[in-house]
């Protein structure tokens, strides 16, 4: 009787290790899926005009996103110049001062910045960019993004800047060195990679980001050359594209995408296996 | 350290795909006039097939300007000229004298070209052709006929083998002036519509589904059988999607057509020299289509860029002379030359400083 | 400052004061940069409450409870943005927690190593992939088949529940449900796998060495160890399902309704947010719309507050918020 109990047992033990691996398999269907769509409708799609040409107007067979390409670009180094300072002074801050109430609001306020919908952010960017500067413009939509940024750039910097070692800061201050620069000459460098990785990150995350570019950076069928003007995007435009009736904007948004996530997913894998063994927490 | 040599390989990619494209798109910004200037403007879809020919082909004949449009509807349009973030705006539906008193500064209206709305619908197996009445059309976006086999609709179809499927009514999701004529059409011919809905760019629909723009609803009718919407002709018909024949106030089966919707604009002719914002839904001419309706460009009469003005002034003069021979062939009714006399009057309003920016010619 | 300053040479003590002055403006540098971030989000939460107070005022408590959305009458009511963001959310929710935490259990307890690791990675890759291409694929591809294959057969089987009834539009809540289950699968797995390799391997010893099967030690040991964890691992899915923005206004249908069926078509407050805020003409439509813009806020605030917490009280901070 007992064996009998004990194979039940093993039966509901073998069972249930059969639906987590369901599970687990499941899961990744639908990765394979979009994976898999991306690259059969946007191999198809993509050519060389796709990368060199300005869309064509409305119902017109060809022409490209390359404004667009680059415009994400453009969007993604406005980001980092208003996303980096605050996410790395400030990481800085939590990691060597950030042990005390400031410390703690200031993560709070990061981690509900992170979970604060990225449109909201959009909002917010038209009221105190666009609406003042009286135009949608790409300094709006890198601004938006910017704060997107932050939060994950804030978090990295802090877990690995605290990382370093106490020791390696006790022995710069031993040398007589002002800890300002024993911060910013020993401790930083150290954590630089890490640091890095976590920017990459970041910016894998908001190239894809459409909703905070709807109403700030807007589109433009041309070449930008003013960042004060409206600037073209990958992801709008896909979005643009995809929700038309047009056949050929169809095979563009098919093509946009594979092009966007194939950015993205490049420098997301790049970073993870870069840094693997470096850093548990990323993986 | 391994990954540290393999890091700064990798930001220097980054960068350097950064420097790369700024470095491929620089040429590309300097060859072609430098001093070139960029106009935006922003708002109704229901031209945007024209408009965006207009400004591809208006480039050529002005180089010193670029036009930027975004067709995100027209109540956008409205929106952005309002809050000026824009330098234009476009909407199909004029402003009422109490809308014009909330703009910051006096408006004008340019209208640039007629359009008719269309009730396009995917039915495999139907071909072209189904036939509405005024009734049929508003009972379906009240949700009260729901099957494409009521007698309402087979009745006025008797060879069509149409199938016992819901119909699935989409609309517009944004704020639209598509939607605002063919609203001022439903309540129009429908007490029910107009007691229920009402008119306006956008309104709170008793059914269906809801589509960001005339690409939006023409993408979801040509995704979904069984639907019908609302579309600008251009976009039925450079979609290949079908469209319905309407019965007019003279009691015909209308297709939507040039000609049709020229006999509505022609119809209108004595109402819209008075003024141009007159809807002209439900002509009483015999072969005029019944929803149809001007596309406005808005722009303020107190310009404040003298250059951009300039050019503003200069594009909208080309576009309601040179640029009609661009409106047929997209199934835009060009403007009628009366009309177009008084358009030409609006246009010398423009100022800057108290000057008009157009030399008079 | 000369760098000779920064290595004083060995035995010549810095100037006690002058590092002072330059590590207390070092510090309150960092600090002003850190700061910011507060700033920010009160700025934020202060323009969008000024430009709403019109509708505030206006509906007072009536707003996230009615539910007409008329803007030729200007009257707005945010319930049926309310419910469609909380049912499609739940939805996803109901698809996406069994199988994110049947695969974490499977990749940390019972996988071995060289299987566990390209799954977890590839599980982590659906977080990298944009929101419109999920949309664009929702489009494309989901929803046909939600219309041809899955609706028919589900109304054919569960067609007497009002869940599953009505005509089969393809985009509705359904469609909405699972891309926003597939999107927040990798955020409830990577965050539960964390939760549960925090777990102490003397718990599973203890209990396999009781005699118990793998199964038995993680009911037993494991998961009632992690469970507030989970707990902040799901509720950190909701937060992101709530404000998810494009994918759903992709697919949703975009209908101011609350239908019961989960054919029909919905709207989520992020999605009217994008549908309509660059366009809304009159300036009452518009404060409507950051009004709902401000709930949505909010809601997020709480949840994700919620979900920090949770996880924190198990894995630590950290492990919630890298992971992007």
């Known amino acids: 009787m007992t064996f009998d109990r004990y194979r039940r047992r093993k039966r509901v033990n073998v069972l249930v290790s059969a639906l987590a691996f369901l599970c687990a398999a499941i899961t990744i269907i639908p990765l394979l899926m979009i994976l898999g769509h991306l690259l059969a409708q946007g191999a198809k799609a993509v050519n060389l005009d796709f990368f060199t040409q300005l869309p064509k107007p409305v119902g017109e067979v060809g022409g490209g996103m390359a404004n667009a390409i680059v415009g994400t670009l453009i969007l993604i180094g406005l980001a980092c110049l208003v996303g980096l300072p605050i996410g790395i002074i400030g990481g800085i801050y939590l990691a060597e001062f950030g042990n005390n109430k400031t410390g703690w609001l200031v993560r709070f306020m990061s981690d509900v910045l992170n979970g604060t919908p990225s449109i909201v952010i959009g909002i917010f960017a038209y009221t105190v960019v666009v609406l003042p500067m009286k135009r949608f413009s790409a300094l709006a939509g890198g601004f938006a993004l910017g704060i997107i940024m932050i939060p994950t750039v804030i978090r990295a910097t802090e877990e690995l800047v605290k990382l370093v070692p106490t020791s390696v800061r006790e022995a710069g201050l031993a040398l007589g060195i002002p800890q300002w620069r024993v911060i910013l000459r020993i401790v930083v460098p150290s954590a630089k990679a890490g640091i890095v990785t976590g920017v990459l990150l970041a910016v894998a995350r908001i190239g894809g980001e459409t909703a905070p570019l709807l109403f700030t950076a807007f589109g433009n069928q041309f070449w930008q050359r003013r960042l004060d003007q409206p600037i073209a995007s990958l992801p709008v435009q896909i979005f643009t594209y995809a929700i038309s009736p047009f056949e050929d904007w169809h095979r563009q948004a098919w093509a946009g995408a594979l092009v966007l996530v194939a950015m993205i997913l490049i420098t997301s894998v790049l970073t993870r296996v870069v840094t693997k063994g470096q850093d548990r927490s990323m993986r | 350290m391994r990954w540290s040599y393999l890091h700064k390989w990798m930001v220097f990619g980054v960068l350097g795909v950064a420097a790369l494209s700024a470095l491929v798109s620089l040429p590309s910004m300097t060859n072609e006039v430098s001093a070139e200037m960029l106009i935006n403007g922003a708002g109704a879809t229901f031209p945007y097939p024209l408009y965006s020919k207009w400004f591809s082909e208006y480039a050529r004949v002005d180089p010193s300007a670029r036009f930027n449009y975004q067709s995100i509807g027209s109540g956008g349009g409205i929106r952005q000229v309002k809050v000026g973030t824009v330098d234009f705006g476009a909407s199909d539906a004029a402003l009422s004298d109490e809308d014009l008193k909330q703009m910051p500064r006096e408006l004008l209206h340019i209208p640039t070209v007629a359009g008719a709305v269309v009730i396009t619908y995917n039915l495999p197996g139907v071909g072209k052709g189904l036939k509405l009445t005024p009734d049929a059309l508003a009972e379906v976006y009240l949700g009260q006929i729901t099957k494409w086999k009521d007698p309402k609709i087979a009745s006025l179809n008797p060879n069509m083998n149409l199938p016992d499927q819901q119909i699935i009514v989409v609309h517009r999701s944004d704020g639209s002036g598509t939607t605002n004529i063919f609203t001022t059409y439903l309540n129009t011919i429908s007490n029910t519509w107009a007691t229920k809905v009402g008119k306006g760019t956008a309104v709170n629909w008793p059914v269906g589904l809801g589509g960001k723009g005339n690409e939006g609803v023409a993408g979801q009718v040509k995704q979904t059988p069984g639907a019908i919407g609302y579309v600008e002709l251009a976009y039925a018909e450079q979609n290949k999607l079908p469209y319905a024949l309407l019965k007019n106030r003279a009691g015909r089966f209308v297709e939507p057509s040039l000609e049709a919707t020229s006999a509505a604009v022609a119809g209108a002719i004595g109402e819209l020299v008075k003024d141009v914002r007159v809807p002209i839904v439900n002509s009483p001419a015999e072969r005029a289509y019944p929803i149809a309706g001007l596309t406005y460009l808005l722009v303020y009469k107190a310009q404040n860029d003298q250059k951009k003005a300039a050019s503003l002034a200069k594009f909208f003069w080309w576009a309601i002379h040179d640029g009609q021979k661009y409106a047929p062939e997209l199934l835009y009714p060009p403007l009628p030359p009366q009309v177009v006399k008084v358009i030409e009057s609006t246009i010398k309003q423009i100022t800057f400083q108290g000057k008009p920016v157009l030399e008079a010619n | ?324």
């Open chain 3, 1 to 324: 400052m000369s760098s000779s300053e920064a290595f004083p040479a060995s035995g010549v003590p810095p100037r006690a004061g002058g590092t002072n002055v330059a590590d207390r403006l070092f510090k309150g540098t960092t600090l002003l940069f850190a700061l910011s971030v507060v700033a920010i989000m009160v700025l934020m939460a202060g323009a969008m409450l000024r430009t709403a107070l019109p509708a505030i005022r206006a509906f007072g408590w009536h707003f996230p409870f009615t539910s007409t959305w008329d803007p030729v009458a200007e009257r707005f009511g945010a319930l049926p943005f309310i419910y469609g963001t909380l049912v499609s959310s739940l939805l996803a929710l109901s698809i996406a927690v069994p199988l994110s935490l049947g695969g974490a259990i499977f990749l940390v307890e019972l996988a071995p190593h060289w299987l566990a690791q390209p799954i977890a990675f590839l599980i982590d890759l659906l977080a990298s992939i944009p929101s419109v291409v999920y949309g664009l694929w929702g489009i494309f591809v989901l929803a046909p088949w939600l219309r041809t294959t899955v609706q028919p057969a589900l109304g054919a089987l569960l067609g007497v529940l009002p869940l599953f009834q009505g005509p089969a539009y393809g985009v509705g809540m359904l469609a909405a449900g699972m891309i926003l289950a597939i999107m927040v699968i990798p955020f409830i797995s990577g965050v539960s796998r964390e939760v549960l390799m925090a777990v102490p391997n003397s718990q599973r010893e203890a209990a396999l060495a009781l005699g118990a099967t793998k199964w038995e030690a993680i009911r037993t040991a494991v998961l009632p160890y992690s469970r507030s964890g989970i707990i902040g691992a799901i509720i950190l899915g909701l937060g992101r399902a709530l404000g998810e923005t494009m994918a759903v206004t992709m697919v949703i249908g975009n209908r101011p309704e609350i239908a019961l069926s989960l054919f029909a078509p919905g709207y989520t407050m992020a999605s009217v947010i994008a549908n309509e805020f660059a366009e809304a003409t009159s300036d009452f439509h518009l404060a409507a719309l950051i009004e709902i813009g401000l709930l949505l806020f909010g809601v997020t605030i709480l949840v994700n507050g919620l979900a920090r917490l949770l996880v924190w009280s198990v894995a630590g901070n950290g492990a919630a918020t890298v992971r992007e």
